[in-house]
């Protein structure tokens, strides 16, 4: 499975962005497709995902109520529409996969994409 991550850049204050992630290879309907960032000098953050059967949505208590997480399984695509962002939110962006259900945990993904970069100026 390859997951190609994209979409990210330089954004203001209260401005919107939406990533997306493009998967191609041994990827299925019922694989659970995440979101992740990372700032710099901090620990991994979990930020949404989607399952792949009832396409049941989680998100992580930072972004709640302002990112929405999405999936067109058509298409093999995972997207993360961010709205109302603040500068809290520049990270680097990973979307992750695996083959069963959700998980909230990094360690519990198989398959990861390069991430893409998210500035949110001030």
């Known amino acids: 499975v390859q997951l190609q991550a994209s979409g990210g850049g330089l954004v203001q204050a209260g401005g919107s962005l939406r990533l997306s992630c493009a998967a191609s290879g041994r990827t299925g309907s019922s694989y659970t497709m995440g979101w992740f960032r990372q700032a710099p000098g901090k620990e991994r953050e979990f930020v949404a995902a989607i399952s792949g059967t009832t396409y049941s949505a989680y998100y992580g208590d930072s972004v709640k109520g302002r990112f929405t997480v999405s999936r067109d399984n058509a298409k093999n695509t995972l997207y993360l529409q961010m709205n109302n962002l603040t500068p809290e939110d520049t990270a680097v962006y990973y979307c992750?996969?695996?083959?069963?259900?959700?998980?909230?945990?990094?360690?519990?993904?198989?398959?990861w994409g390069q991430g893409t970069l998210v500035t949110v100026s001030s």
């Open positions: 992750a996969a695996r083959p069963n259900g959700y998980a909230q945990l990094g360690e519990m993904y198989d398959y």
